[in-house]
């Protein structure tokens, strides 16, 4: 998503500085550059040979970052750095739902108990530097307020109505979006794969489906409440209510902060895709990476092209220069592309190839920070004083 | 003294060295073998077993004296030798690579 919410209100402030935040397969990166974005110090791996699904950083205390390490030898690790990523340390790990887990439909249609297994995606407050949301799998929203010593389960999530009825995406029934509303922090949106994206009013504690307009052929029913793909959300910090979406396929886009969706394809290549995201200072301008298909989740024609619409959605162009323009068949998973908030918008995305890509001056143009890490699972990135 | 091999993934977790010396109140048992452990290493709570139920992680087995003691009950005496820092008790994580 877009790390530049903190920062939104600061906007016009001299910015001098950025640092990515890197989770591939095998460790985790802390990269950093000066406002140009031309060389960087590479940092890392930290937490070599763990799956880091994500880090994060508090909006309210640029040097607290959280980081979701796991394994599936040993399970799931939080470490948290108070130095902005110099040093870290182990902070609580257990997450325990609410009462009874109850079951939700396996792949084959039975039903399935909910288990923990990982998180996939750590949100911090955008005021309060121990005040973190996690998104886990099996799907259920987690909140700390002491800085990660201890995490808490929401279950308005897991135990909506609709709950016993979701089925996991092909890469678990994982809660991987949170977005807070930046004017009204009561206001959460989240959205499961394969459950659909929901909305919260009331800071987390109950939960409405927000799917209208979805449709997914790959469902009984197409355009059911619940049960989509839904594989990314987006949104401009100063529009909140204005959603976008990368759908399994599909990109859409919503008004009315979810309420209604509507397609907007456009002229993409190909639909199917995970990452999206919006520019800092452009809230009709959003990006996208289209993949090929759910069976080739690679990008079309050897070509890795990110699309850029200035028009909020349908009319798209891609971004070319500077990217492998044939040859090239990686993917970019939901998590791994964010923008920064410097005046001329850096945009970062991360590859199944171990690339990580920048461009300075908002797609135009672009050069890869490093050709060789892990399969890069997230990116986010700081902007700094 | 009860010495505890981790896989390496688990003494980069913990800061700790390749062998592990702990000191078990009582008679050496697996469960109090891994209490000890987790008491001194924090960081390593809920790698090994499950922070609730106290089972075994599904991809760890837990060897000694060249005999896997995974399924053993946990609180059953663990062998003379390791009771005594002979042998050391191995945490192995299962095979991967290929």
């Known amino acids: 998503m877009a790390p530049g919410w903190p920062w939104y209100e600061h906007r016009g402030t001299r910015m001098s500085k950025v640092r990515l935040l890197v989770g591939t397969r095998k460790g985790a990166f802390v990269m950093t550059s000066d406002g140009k974005r031309e060389s960087w110090d590479v940092q890392g791996p930290h937490f070599a040979g763990w799956e880091i699904y994500h880090m994060n950083a508090s909006p309210a205390d640029p040097n607290r970052l959280y980081a979701s390490q796991s394994s599936s030898w040993f399970g799931q690790v939080m470490q948290r750095s108070d130095d902005g990523g110099q040093t870290w340390a182990a902070v609580g790990n257990q997450f325990q739902y609410e009462g009874e887990a109850g079951t939700h439909k396996w792949y084959d249609g039975s039903p399935h108990p909910w288990a923990f297994a990982r998180v996939w995606h750590l949100e911090p407050s955008l005021s309060d530097p121990d005040t973190v949301y996690a998104g886990v799998e099996d799907a259920a929203l987690f909140r700390t307020v002491d800085g990660g010593q201890s995490w808490q389960e929401l279950p308005g999530v897991r135990t909506h109505a609709t709950g016993p009825s979701w089925q996991p995406g092909a890469g678990g029934l994982c809660l991987h979006t949170i977005l807070i509303d930046p004017g009204n922090p009561d206001r959460l949106f989240i959205a499961i794969s394969a459950a659909g994206a929901f909305r919260s009013e009331d800071a987390g504690q109950t939960w409405r489906p927000i799917n209208r307009g979805l449709k997914s052929e790959g469902i009984p029913d197409p355009n059911a409440e619940v049960g989509h793909c839904v594989h990314r959300l987006a949104a401009h910090p100063s529009r909140p209510e204005v959603l976008f979406m990368q759908k399994h396929w599909d990109v859409m886009r919503s008004d009315d902060a979810g309420d209604s969706w509507q397609e907007i394809s456009g002229n993409l290549p190909t639909d199917f895709g995970f990452a999206i995201d919006v520019h800092a200072h452009e809230p009709e301008t959003i990006y996208v990476v289209p993949i090929t298909s759910d069976s080739h989740h690679f990008v079309p024609d050897g070509k890795l092209r990110v699309y850029r619409s200035r028009s909020g959605g349908n009319e798209w162009e891609p971004l070319t220069k500077g990217l492998p323009q044939s040859d090239c068949y990686v993917n970019v998973l939901r998590d791994a592309m964010a923008v920064d908030d410097l005046d001329s918008c850096g945009v970062y995305f991360g590859t199944s190839g171990g690339q990580v890509y920048a461009s300075a001056d908002a797609g135009d143009s672009w050069s890869a920070i490093v050709h060789d890490l892990p399969p890069v699972v997230s990116v986010e990135v700081q902007t700094l004083p | ?98």
């Open chain 2, 1 to 98: 003294m009860i010495r505890v091999v981790l896989p390496s993934n688990l003494r980069t977790l913990a800061g700790a060295g390749k062998e592990i010396e702990l000191e078990v109140p009582g008679q050496a048992t697996q469960r109090s073998v891994l209490d000890a452990l987790e008491e001194r290493y924090p960081a390593l709570r809920g790698t090994i077993r499950d922070q609730t139920t106290k089972l075994r992680r599904p991809m760890l087995r837990f060897f000694a004296c060249e005999e896997d003691l995974s399924d053993e009950a946990p609180e059953a005496p663990l062998p003379e030798a390791v009771a005594t820092g002979a042998e050391p008790y191995l945490v192995v994580g299962a095979m991967s690579g290929g």
